[in-house]
């Protein structure tokens, strides 16, 4: 079946590094891959969309890479602030194919800036 | 652009109690997707809908969760007789038909 996996302990940063949060999965081959934000008490929040003929995407201080033969995504935000605080969830499509799928998601990753 | 409303936001039942869950997605969204976030885990699907339809529901409990959306808009997500391991918090989200999902802010139930 298929499976995602994330560091589901938290990740400490101090201010102003980069950090990289690590998504691996098995038994799949999909069509993008996307990234989500939690905040708590909140919903996800979309944030990147990476297709599987990308190698990179960058959006402001946040750059994801797809490694389709690791089967592995690599979320990056530099310079990261205190407000960077969050969990971050992988999400990939429940059927392989593209469109408006439901999504699988990993556990997150809790991600802390510290000041 | 108003974003997905539910309601309601927090909901204490006793187990084998029923409880229902609304939901109104982005004006002009014909995806609706229902998913179940228990603590410490991420969200797992349980049905999406297409405009009033029935896309995926394979990862949906059928004995005790039920759901419908009849006019292609808002939503309900129904569960009865709960249980304890429903404690949960229950998301909508909404799409366009691109890969893109809009989510609301949950509702947190907790099953006594």
Request: net charge positive; proline share 5%; glycine share 8%.
């Amino acid at each position: 079946s298929q499976k995602i996996e994330q560091n589901s302990e938290a990740l400490n940063i101090q201010e102003g590094k980069t950090a990289t949060l690590t998504c691996n999965y098995t038994n799949y081959s999909p069509a993008y891959l996307q990234w989500y934000r939690q905040d708590p008490g909140r919903g996800p929040v979309f944030l990147l969309l990476i297709r599987e003929n990308e190698k990179e995407k960058r959006k402001e201080r946040l750059k994801v890479t797809f490694d389709t033969t690791l089967k592995q995504s690599l979320f990056h935000i530099t310079a990261s602030q205190p407000a960077d605080s969050a969990t971050y969830l992988c999400a990939l499509p429940g059927r392989s194919g593209g469109g408006a799928d439901g999504l699988t998601f990993g556990k997150g990753t809790h991600l802390i800036i510290q000041p | 652009e108003a974003g997905v409303a539910q309601s309601p936001r927090y909901k204490i039942i006793e187990k084998r109690q029923s409880v229902a869950f609304w939901c109104n997605p982005i004006s002009g969204h014909a995806t609706l997707y229902w998913y179940q976030q228990i603590l410490g885990q991420g969200p797992k699907l349980l049905i999406q809908f297409q405009n009033n339809g029935v896309v995926d529901d394979s990862q949906l409990p059928k004995d005790r969760f039920s759901a419908e959306r009849l006019k292609g808009v808002d939503s309900t997500l129904k569960i009865q007789p709960a249980k304890l391991e429903d404690s949960a918090v229950y998301l909508c989200a909404s799409g366009a038909g691109q890969e893109t999902q809009y989510f609301g802010p949950g509702t947190r139930l907790l099953v006594l």
